[in-house]
């Protein structure tokens, strides 16, 4: 239902609930403002928006005066220029704003309504002595002499991100021998180096270190990208200055992370310009690694390769980044099966066994539905140091009303937050979830109706999970008993609840399908409800779509099926696909050690830097070629090192960890002669006799995965430009699926309970 009233001399429409200024912005009409933060629920403040009403004597705040039926509202009259025109003096001769000298010079809100509103500026700048000294921080810059108390820094820290690290200015500036306590200062405990308080600041007063004297925000060339920190995928502005960063900012109401982005994402980009940066491909010579051009080692690559499979395909393994783009990943599993001729090609975590539950190896939920759960369970490590920003929409939530329960592996942040808390030892999520299970079971608090009608396997479950009771489940996973019972009471009473699952990296096995066993029980599938695996790498679900495994191809298709099989041979132009499933890298180890493997391709990893006995086994190789942004233990050992582009080097996807796939767009040139890593694989095929016809990674997703993958049909790069498309995505007029196995509806037909520990 919508109402009306005159904006300007002209009718416009508003919901009930809407503020003037609302309203105001939807048809269009522009007042200005410095402290509204509507993400945050700040108004009401800087009195900059203010606006005559027709009947009131006084000039009344858009921002915080609701709109009403008929009202006469007049926005840019002599009188309102006044009264913005006098505060503006006021917030000008408040602090030292010498804007020639400003690292925000050109992007200022308060330099702009000086300019806007012929503004006179002070002549004399108030002294220094008047502001506390910056805050000793290692990212932001914090000058108090810019600060207009406008409260959006506050807002961002304890309604956005939730860590309330700023206190409210407080009391009269005269009641303040020393200044500190009238400006926003940080708790240095508190503060976890978000920078959303700086992505908030409408002036000077709160920049990034590392950008100043770097570039005007004039001078800066700014492309939206997808952060390459972890499995969240948060949206990115780039900010480049002849092809150098300058500084990262949020793309504000962008999904998945809502303008919000964490102490990795906003700061930590300057690995690409590390001192161990590959740049030069090299070769081993005489025991040494020594400089060679792309020609000399490319076809020594390929050479070596060509000999080593004359004896078998099956002597090659590779091992995938859960780093690298979506199209990169493709091309290398498409190099191992159609130029090698082997399915042993797989990557380090990444996916889960979701799949033999459920039909899909894949979260069933969406980060949007957070903020609406009415309870919500994360087990494993701390979402809060693991993924920050999907922890903020956690802790929205809480705030809102919804029942959080947390089972970590020690007590982190999120822990705070919780209802009900648990420590549980890593690997051991299946005993902990089983004796969850047990409760639900045994004190009838299931859900009999879904488990009969949507489910299968339901009776060996029940004799399985029979014999573990929680004190068994309390001796294995050091959580006392009445706490086991406690959490399985909450979950049953507070469903539907949505979990999160955060792995170690070394995790129990059977923690995702015993997770799914838990969620039958409660049959909460849907929006609001589901099994979610976060992963603490930036594309290590998309590394799993594109078939780095060893018995997948791309979109989850078996290579043993053999009309699949035929499918792929016809796009590829090969005659024989392997059919066998490959040695998953477990595996690997023992098969350098025992010469069944000669050959390892490592592609954005470090298994020898991990792995002593993997170190040792390696040794032995008769080829390893290493492809890296990074000089690395595993790097060190190779023959052929082929320098590899980093992230924002080379456009391309990333899929998160709730299946969107998102835009990764270059915005700097290679470190010295790297490459984009699917160019790299494309040139050793086709000096295997391959002729590849994609030539750029748009070509590769638009031409080759959404054709092959029905999964991804209705995704090409024109469609996700903006905020991306979670698939499945069955055809270009699908929007895209936020919400998988709702009311059940399994995409392998019933949800199978699997008995594991």
Known sequence: MHSTMLLDGRWVSFSPGQTILETAQAAGIYIPTLCYYNEGGHCDVCRICVVEVEGSERLLPSCSTQAREGMEVWTNTERVAISRRRTIDMLLASGRHACLACDANGDCGLQDLAYNQEAAPSESLPSKDRFPEAYDDPFIIRDYSKCILCGRCVAACADVQVNDAIRNPF???????????WFPLPDPAKCVECGQCVETCPVGALREKAARGAARIWETDRIRTTCSQCGVGCQQTVHAKDGKIAKITAVRNASPDMGRLCVKGRFLYDFIYGKDRLVLPQIRKGGKLRKASWGDALDLAASRLKKIIRHSPDAVAGLCSTRATNEDVYNMQKLFRAAIGTNNIDRIGGGNSLAASLGLGAATNSFGEIASARAIFCIGADMAWENPVAATFVKNAVRSG????????????????????????????????????????????????????????????????????????????????????????????????????????????????????????????????????????????????????????????????????????????????????????????????????????????????????????????????????????????????????????????????????????????????????????????????????????????????????????????????????????????????????????????????????
């Open 171 to 181: 009391g009269r500036r005269e009641e303040h021998r020393d200044s500190g306590g």
């Open 402 to 757: 919804a029942e959080l329960i947390v089972a970590g592996y020690e007590r982190g942040p999120l822990s705070g937050h919780a209802a009900v808390g648990a420590v549980i030892r890593k690997g051991s999520e299946a005993a902990f979830i089983n004796g969850l299970a047990s409760v639900l079971i045994s004190e009838g608090l299931y859900d009999r109706d879904f488990v009969s009608e949507r489910c299968e396997g339901f009776e060996e479950f029940r004799a399985f999970i029979s014999a573990y009771t929680p004190e068994r489940s309390a001796e294995v996973s050091g959580v006392d008993t009445e706490t086991i019972r406690d959490i399985a009471r909450r979950i049953a009473r507070t469903r539907p609840v949505v979990i999160y699952y955060v792995p170690a990296r070394v995790s129990g096995q059977g923690a995702a399908a015993s997770l799914a066993n838990l969620q039958m029980l409660l049959g909460g599938f849907g929006e609001g409800g589901g099994v979610n695996i976060i992963h603490r790498r930036a594309n290590a679900q998309g590394a799993c779509d594109m078939g780095a495994m060893p018995d997948m191809l791309p979109g989850y298709q078996s290579v043993q099926d053999v009309g699949i099989l035929e499918k792929f041979n016809r796009a590829w132009e090969v005659s024989g696909l392997s059919p066998k499933p490959g040695t998953a890298f477990s595996g690997v180890t023992d098969a350098l050690a025992g010469g069944s493997i000669k050959a390892f391709y490592c592609f954005g990893e470090d298994p020898a830097g991990d792995s002593p006995a993997f170190k040792e086994a390696l040794a032995s190789a008769e080829l390893v070629i290493c492809q890296d942004t990074q000089a690395t233990e595993t790097s060190r050992m190779a023959h052929i090192i082929l320098p590899s582009a980093a992230w924002c080097e080379a456009d391309g996807t990333f899929t998160n960890s709730e299946r969107r796939v998102s835009r990764v767009r270059k915005a700097k040139e290679p470190a010295g002669q790297a490459r984009p890593g699917w160019w790299i694989f494309r040139e050793i095929a086709g000096r295997m006799g391959q002729n590849w016809a994609s030539e750029s990674a748009r070509d590769i997703w638009d031409n080759e995965i959404s054709e092959l993958a029905p999964l991804f049909a209705g995704i090409t790069y024109r469609r996700i430009e903006g905020d991306g498309i979670q698939w499945p995505c069955p055809d270009g007029g699908h929007p895209g699926t936020k919400a998988l196995h709702k009311e059940g509806r399994f995409t392998r037909g019933k949800g199978l309970f699997i008995p594991c520990e």
